[in-house]
């Protein structure tokens, strides 16, 4: 009896789960920081070679481009596209392939979007006599850091030569279990802006403040005021965020400082109330730093803009995705105000964003992203190079 593509990516995705295994563990261990990932490029690439995948170099300077072409004719291009780079991160796991690197860990589990594009390049080559059109592979750099390897990828050319028609990404989540998806159509996550303040005052003694000016005072003011610029000005409907992580007075229990330094972020999914919130965060700064005697200086750095996953691409992927899984393990999706730079890509072309679910609660594998203590059940590995092949082979 002749394999459907349904056994057969079954058949080889198991095949190849030891060794897509030992590959992820070998980029776990050592990870590389944004636009720093030379060694994990070269991995990447001979794994591509060893597998006869041809590939271009180069791209934002670690970035790789492979293409498989169907045997015949073709008159579409879909790319995939997975991120390379770690996080300034301790990690705190004991586990055979923790990072040897201090400080920089896979957090984000851009170690398993990597090695599950390749587990899903080598069987796309195996099945090539099956593809109906070309498959772009994009192991892409940055995406942690500003202002994204997307971005930079998009600018250097990587949507032409073949002209990609349409986009998928997947990305680790540790909210759902191991074995399930999750998808959400339209609108999904959230342009991220970033918020750097300094707060100049005249810095003394503490017994004496009316003789200085408190920049620790004022920036007290500051945080709890422009907070009502999203709960007094955003309309209720649009999802915004502005949350401040940062906040740095080097003065101490007698010492009122000169200045104080603020960082922060701001999160939402409208680029009208965007522009406008930039605005207002930066008058009712000045005017209320002004207020008390002070100056200051204040940037916002423009960042990713906000995801929208393509309705009738991810419509597509849901039907596929049920038929190989079961209705069950897709999950639909809420909106988070995250982000993430394959939103450029989205810009550009029809696009979905994928959720793959890592998590293993029996194993006590449920630490989220970003977490000294992030990891993933293994078998995420198969779903994930599987997701890929439904996509590739519908």
């Known amino acids: ?14 095949a190849i789960l030891e060794e897509i295994i030992t590959i992820r563990e070998h980029l776990h261990k050592h990870p590389e920081l944004s636009f720093q990932e030379f060694k994990t490029s070269t991995f990447v690439q001979k794994q591509l070679s060893d597998w006869g995948i041809s590939f271009t170099t180069g791209w934002v300077e670690t970035g790789i481009v492979a293409l498989i072409e169907p045997d015949g004719s073709y008159e579409k291009c879909i790319a995939l596209r997975a991120d390379m780079d770690a996080l ?9 392939y923790k990072s040897v690197h201090d400080g920089i860990m896979h957090a984000c589990g851009h170690d398993v979007h990597t090695a599950t594009l390749l587990g899903a390049a080598k069987i796309i080559n195996d099945m090539r006599s099956e593809l109906k059109h070309a498959v772009k ?3 892409q750099p940055g995406e942690e850091k ?3 390897g997307a971005k930079l990828m998009i600018d250097a050319g990587v949507l032409e030569n073949p002209k990609v028609d349409e986009i998928y990404a997947l990305h680790v989540f540790p909210e759902l279990e191991v074995g399930k998806i999750g998808l959400r159509p339209g609108m999904y996550m959230a342009s991220c802006d970033e918020i750097y303040i300094t707060v100049k005052g005249k810095g003394g003694h503490g017994a004496m403040p009316h003789l200085n000016i408190d920049p620790i005072a ?3 003011q500051l945080i709890v005021s422009l907070q009502q610029i999203v709960s007094r000005n955003c309309p209720p409907a649009i999802p915004s965020v502005l949350s401040f992580g940062r906040i740095e007075g080097l003065g101490a229990t007698n010492v009122i400082p000169n200045n104080v330094t603020i960082q922060g972020t701001f999160r939402t999914m409208d680029e009208k109330w965007r522009a406008k919130a930039h605005e207002l965060i930066k008058k009712q700064s000045e005017l209320l730093v002004q207020s008390f005697g002070g100056t200051l200086d204040i940037e916002i750095r423009k960042g990713y803009p906000y995801l ?3 309705l009738a691409l991810t419509a597509r992927t849901k039907v596929n995705t049920s038929d190989f899984f079961g209705e069950s393990n897709v999950i639909d999706l809420p909106i988070r105000l995250t982000g993430e730079d394959f939103a450029y890509y989205g810009q550009k072309i029809p696009a979905t964003f994928i959720r793959i679910g890592v998590a293993n609660d029996a194993k006590g594998i449920n630490f989220p992203v970003h977490n000294a ?3 993933i059940d ?3 590995l198969t779903v994930g190079i599987q997701t890929l092949l439904t996509i590739c082979f519908y």
């Open 1 to 14: 009896m002749t394999m459907s593509n349904h056994d057969i990516i079954r058949e080889k995705s198991s």
């Open 137 to 139: 592979l994009i192991f």
């Open 146 to 148: 500003l202002p994204g």
């Open 218 to 220: 004022i920036s007290a």
């Open 88 to 96: 300034p991160i301790q990690e705190m796991n004991e586990v055979p």
């Open 373 to 375: 203590k992030f990891d």
């Open 378 to 380: 293994n078998s995420a």
């Open 308 to 310: 929208e996953n393509d």
